[in-house]
């Protein structure tokens, strides 16, 4: 139902406004690949029905008192309407009750997001200006990811260049962070000048990257492909430039990737100092 | 009963130099201690300001207009949303609110002028030396402070001559807020009118008595935050340094515990505005009038404890993050009052629309939409998909634009005629509200779903994927930003229309004692205070 109004909307904007047409008229949060981003989709969807159901009461009785009561319509006031205990008491004690019914799933799911033990891999971000540095704990690995270079030229100002001819424009980056399907993965958030936010919407984990103290969040990708994020705290000139891409791999294909990163950084990575 | 009388001796000892009326030329402004004079100046202060904001806004929407950068380099534009956001927060809705406080608080309570004449000025000329000290951050090496109007640190201390400008400016503002609150409550404890107890103020009164509190409160909390920046940049302090021992989310903490009281200051005196303006046009009293003040105190209350909620991804333990989630939510009870309370207040009246009241039915639909994303934001796991995307930036935008800022606009076309003795052009301002309510939610709604599809706020660029709707937001920022032109015209030109306005105003019985005096109100307001039954 909500699928066919979504369609409907979209179709009628795009009628309106055949402008820019990129056909790209997104409405809604999308479900994503973790248990935790569905969790998020699921209490999204359930506040939003709540909130639309208030709406409809509420506004309905405004639109009714607008319509109704006009005096233009004749309308005579009813002035000894001022104050009514009984209802005054209903319409407190109802939002608590509708309150307490959402508190209860988000206070479940919230327990859930934060429980990071028994991961089976952990990655350290290290968010600098502007770009990521990811670091595989137990492998060894470690690498840069930077906004990749067809983007980069495209959205210098006056470059001539259109942004609808780049594929993934603003949101691709030259070395991906790699993890496995089906593990717990574990990201410890840090960052080396200024707070960054390291945030993929399909994975539903965002936290800040806070230059001298460690965050913690977790994952368990259900599907392998490329989910694309943008840093999300604002940290400087090139906030808008540096994006967080995963791909989520088989898990040969994971070991293969490892294996060519091994080989790759055989002298040990490049420390922080190089920035 | 005795301040009463005490106000009577001071009158008809100063009743001779009372009648000259105001001063001539510049000295009325300059040196002004009247209570109309100073609320005229906040007002147009504020607009000022308002378009200032305003125009930045413009810019904004225009480098977002199409993907690709192509008028703003990205530094230029963190200073544009950083300034905007300064200017819109501290120079045009936080004066707007004084002007109005100053204009109708002596009005409303039957006093001849606000208690601390004096320092009203002091607080009034403190503001265009703030926002000159401001605006010339636009010109210094390093350009404004683009750091978004949060200051966050480090990132806030890496701008370059701007940053001991911007934190002087806003000491000052501090400072003017301050006084200009003190100078509410003094006037409000102790010039009511005989007879007029505290629940018998009018709801805007109520509402900016608890807003004055809540300014006294927070503004120096805010000040020792910036003043720890300027110490943590100039002397080698590291209050929010981790390399020092020091913590950068502390000062986030700190500026929460101001900021979401400030967001309170921004919004309970629009509710005063809008409740007295429904019930007016409704020709009925308010419906459920004690309720409405505690829920307004309850409001300013939760606000002291709910700051984190702004800071949900910066890793908080999960029993903060449990305790900020649940008391975020229950603000939604006594907010939620107040809007079943201006909707009973409707309900079995007699409803005419005229501007003011237009004005006030818009705040109420898009406030309480404001309201649902809120609550929305309140529930953490979800946050954490919505925080710092465009979905905040539409919620707050809901709840600051066709919230204060049409909540002030509405008290301006309730009043004007009684500040200037002349209706305004009806129609024009009906035009105004139609062209405004439509353009505003064609501007910020779209927002929401930009923010679902996972666009971060204060970027200057953007993936081809969120174009289309960040080219409908555009027009609808270019409409809503021309059609206040069509304000300030209706504002100034009121007086040319000819019309006179009679004592009450409007039709509608008249329930508070500004619509006792004549049309425009006398320069000091009641000569001898009224007695309220």
């Known amino acids: 139902m909500s699928k066919t109004i979504k369609h409907a909307l979209a179709v009628a904007a795009g009628l309106l406004l055949a402008g820019p047409a990129l056909a790209a008229w997104d409405l809604n949060l999308k479900p994503g690949i973790t248990e935790l981003s569905q969790e998020a989709y699921r209490l999204h969807m359930l506040i939003l029905w709540w909130c639309i159901g208030i709406a409809v009461v509420v506004f309905g009785a405004m639109i009714v008192s607008i319509v109704k009561f006009r005096k233009s319509a004749g309308a005579q006031p009813d002035t000894s309407l001022t104050h009514s205990t009984t209802v005054e008491v209903i319409w407190t004690v109802i939002p608590i009750v509708i309150l307490v019914v959402m508190a209860i799933p988000a206070a479940r799911a919230l327990i859930k997001i934060e429980d990071t033990r028994n991961?089976?891999?952990?990655i350290k971000i290290t968010g600098f200006q502007w770009k990521w540095q990811y670091e595989y704990l137990e492998e060894k690995v470690s690498f840069y990811s930077t906004l990749d270079?067809?983007?980069?030229?495209?959205?210098?100002?006056?470059s001539g260049k259109n942004p609808a001819d780049v594929p993934d424009y603003l949101l691709n980056v030259d070395n991906p962070m790699v993890v496995p399907v089906g593990k717990k993965v574990r990201l410890l958030v840090t960052a080396g000048d200024v707070i960054h936010a390291w945030w993929v919407p399909a994975l539903g984990v965002k936290k800040d990257a806070i230059p001298g103290f460690v965050n913690e969040m977790w994952f368990e990708a259900k599907e392998v492909g490329t989910f694309r994020g943008q840093c999300v705290e604002l940290c400087g000139r090139?906030?808008?430039?540096?994006?967080?891409?995963?791909?989520?791999?088989?898990?040969?294909?994971?070991?293969?990737?490892?294996?060519?990163?091994k080989?790759?950084?055989?002298?040990?990575a490049a420390a922080p100092a190089a920035i | 009963m005795s301040n009463a009388q005490s106000l009577d001796t001071t009158h008809s000892h100063d009743h001779g130099h009372d009648d000259h009326g105001p001063a001539k030329g510049i000295k009325r402004w300059l040196y002004a201690t009247n209570h109309k004079d100073i609320g005229t100046m906040y007002m147009v202060f504020s607009l000022a300001m308002f378009l200032t904001g305003g125009l930045m806004a413009m810019f904004i929407r225009l480098e977002l207009l199409q993907p690709g950068i192509q008028f703003l380099d990205p530094g230029k534009f963190n200073s544009m949303t950083t300034m905007h956001a300064l200017l819109m927060v501290f120079g045009a809705v936080m004066p707007a609110f004084v002007g109005l406080a100053n204009w109708m608080i002596p009005l409303q309570v039957g006093a001849p002028d606000m208690a601390l004449p004096r320092m009203n000025n002091f607080s009034f000329w403190i503001l265009p030396f703030a926002f000159s000290l401001l605006l010339l951050t636009l010109l210094v090496p390093g350009g404004s402070p683009a750091g978004g109007w949060t200051l966050y640190p480090p990132l806030t201390l890496q701008s370059g001559d701007a940053l001991p400008m911007a934190i002087f400016a806003v000491h000052l503002m501090g400072a003017s807020s301050i006084m200009g609150a003190i100078n509410v409550i003094v006037t409000i404890m102790n010039m009511r009118a005989p007879g007029m107890s505290l629940l018998k103020m009018p709801l805007f009164v109520w509402t900016w008595l608890i807003t004055a509190y809540l300014l006294i409160a927070v503004m120096p909390v805010l000040a020792g935050a910036v003043t720890m920046l300027l110490t943590d940049h100039f002397f080698h302090t590291s209050f929010f340094s981790a390399s020092g021992g020091g913590d950068p989310v502390m000062f986030q903490h700190i500026f929460w515990f101001f900021g979401h009281p400030e967001v309170y200051i921004m919004i309970l005196p629009a509710f005063g505005v809008v409740s007295e303006i429904i019930p007016r046009f409704s020709r009925k009293p308010l419906f459920g009038y004690d309720a409405m003040v505690y829920a307004t105190a309850s409001i300013a209350f939760l606000s002291f404890i709910v700051w984190a909620h702004h800071m949900f991804t910066t890793g908080m333990p999960l029993a903060g993050e449990m305790f900020f989630m649940l008391s975020t939510m229950l603000i939604a009870i006594p907010t939620g009052v107040k809007v079943f309370n201006w909707t009973a207040t409707m309900w079995k009246g007699s409803i005419s629309f005229e501007p003011p009241m237009l004005f006030a039915l818009s705040f109420l639909f898009l406030f309480t939409i404001g309201g649902f994303s809120g609550l929305m934001l309140a529930i953490v796991p979800v946050d954490f998909q919505y925080h710092d995307t465009y979905f905040v930036v539409a919620h707050f935008h809901y709840v600051l634009v066709p919230g204060a800022i049409f909540g002030i606009m509405a008290g301006v076309y309730y009043w004007l005629p009684k500040w200037t003795g002349y209706m305004y052009d009806i129609k024009l301002a009906k035009i105004h509200f139609w062209l405004s309510t439509i353009f505003v939610n064609v501007l910020f709604f779209p927002q929401h779903f930009l923010g679902l599809a996972g666009m971060p706020r204060r970027i200057p660029d953007y993936s081809t994927q969120f174009a289309d709707w960040n080219f409908v937001s555009s027009i609808g920022g270019f409409a809503f930003g021309l059609t206040q032109l069509l304000f300030v015209y209706i504002v100034f030109t009121s007086?040319?229309?000819?019309?006179?306005?009679t004592d009450r105003v409007w039709e509608p019985e008249p329930q508070s004692l500004e619509w006792t005096l004549p049309s425009p109100a006398p320069y000091h307001s009641f000569e001898t205070p009224p007695v309220v039954k």
């Open chain 1, 263 to 268: 080989a790759k950084s055989a002298p040990p």
């Open chain 2, 495 to 501: 007086k040319k229309t000819g019309i006179k306005a």
């Open chain 1, 119 to 122: 991961s089976q891999i952990s």
């Open chain 1, 238 to 261: 090139d906030h808008g430039f540096m994006p967080v891409v995963v791909e989520v791999k088989s898990e040969a294909d994971y070991q293969a990737w490892l294996e060519a990163q």
């Open chain 1, 149 to 158: 270079a067809a983007s980069n030229e495209t959205r210098m100002k006056g």
